[in-house]
Structure formats: C-alpha cells, structure tokens
C-alpha cells in the first residue's frame, strides 16, 4: 500500500492542521525502468503517430499511472515543470518531487515540461505562448505540452480523427485523440499559420490515456480528418 507522510501547516486560526499526503510507490527498478520508458519515448517522438504503451504501479489523484510513469522517466532537477490546476494537488506535486526531484514552477514560461488536460486548454490565455518556444539558437529548450486524455488510437476512431505526416512517417500515419479543444487542434493544424511560421521554435507535445501514448513533435504536420 501507499506510505502516509505528514506536513504539518498552520491554519487561519493559527493551530496547526495535520495533512496526510499519500506517497505512491515509483519504478521498482528506477534506473532500468527510465531507461525503458525513456527509450519508449524516443520511439514515438522519432516516428510520430506510433502508440508506445508506458506504465508504473501507481496513480495519484487524477495522475495516471502512465503519465506518471513518463514524469519519472523524463524529469528531474534540472527540468522545471509547470502543472496545471488539474494535476497541482499537494499529492501530485509530492510524489513528483519525491520521485523525481523536479522544480514545480508557478510561471508556465520557465517551464521545460507542462502537465495538462485537453479541457483547461480553453482557459489558457496566450495559449501557445504561454509556454517557451525555444530561442533561434537553443530550439530544442522549447516545452513539451505532456495532455492526458481519455484515449488515443494509431487509427479512426471516436475522439478527434489526424492525419500525420512529416520526418519519421513514412507516408501517412492516422491517430484518433480524445477530447481536444478547438484552441489546440487549431494551432496543431496550423490554421492559424502560427505553428509552422514559428519552426523550428515551437511545442512538442505528448498526449497520452491510461496505457499508450503518441508523440507529436513540432515537426510533424497534422491534418484535421
């Protein structure tokens, strides 16, 4: 089971109120495991539209266990991250800093990686902007945009239907992703013309359900199906 780790706060009337914080069990294997799912996720960043299935023993709060698995794997001190209101529960921020010793930042602009869910996108202002896109002579600083939502397909099916293609694609790859907000297939479809105006600074980014996740990196041009 989980362990139960204490913080102790004053509250408003200045007693102090014990919190309970749940602290979830990470990789077994800490370095073998990062290793595999790291490698996972230089599969599907490279070849674009490729379902990788990604896993950890468990979930916290509304933190899958997948999306926690890449946290672990991809994180550490040097890579700040910023977590939307979804995910930046006292729980979550814990065992992320636990388990990976990432800086948690309030200020979305100095962040490497972001954590968010397809429905708060409509609430981002500046949305992409919002995050850092890289500099001319570092764009690979860019952020990675990591969205959990309800299911991805490497095929048509009931979210919203892409058509990929670009380096890594042979010829075409078609994926189905849940729940996107018009705001972001807008600027990942380019409609705007923003996203291929800014290349190559821009967002990459990771959209994953409970088991698999698909990559697309800034590379990769998508076509709304």
């Not at 913080?7 to 109120?17: A, Y």
């Not at 266990?65 to 977590?83: E, I, K």
């Not at 397909?153 to 010829?171: F, H, Q, Y």
């Amino acid at each position: 089971g989980a362990n139960q780790s204490e913080l102790f706060h004053p509250s408003s009337r200045g007693r102090l109120i014990m919190t309970a914080l749940t602290l979830i069990k990470g990789f077994q294997k800490p370095t073998h495991d990062s290793q595999r799912v790291f490698r996972q996720l230089l599969k599907a960043m490279s070849e674009p539209g490729t379902l990788v299935y990604v896993d950890s023993p468990e979930s916290i709060d509304s933190l899958h266990a997948s999306t926690f698995a890449v946290c672990q794997a991809m994180m550490d001190q040097q890579t700040p991250l910023w977590l939307s209101p979804n995910f930046a529960t006292p729980n979550i921020k814990h065992n992320l800093h636990f388990h990976t010793g990432v800086p948690i930042v309030e200020e979305s602009q100095q962040s490497l990686f972001a954590l968010m869910s397809p429905a708060e996108m409509d609430s981002v202002e500046r949305f992409p902007h919002v995050f850092f896109q890289g500099t001319d002579e570092y764009p690979e600083t860019g952020c990675t945009v990591i969205v959990q939502v309800q299911s991805v397909k490497d095929d048509l099916g009931e979210g919203v239907n892409l058509r990929l293609t670009g380096p890594g694609i042979e010829t075409a790859q078609l994926v189905s992703i849940s729940d996107l907000s018009p705001p972001l297939l807008n600027y990942l479809s380019n409609q705007t013309g923003e996203r291929n105006a800014s290349f190559p600074l821009g967002l990459d980014f990771i959209f994953i359900d409970k088991n698999q996740l698909v990559c697309l990196p800034r590379t990769t041009q998508v076509e709304v199906l």
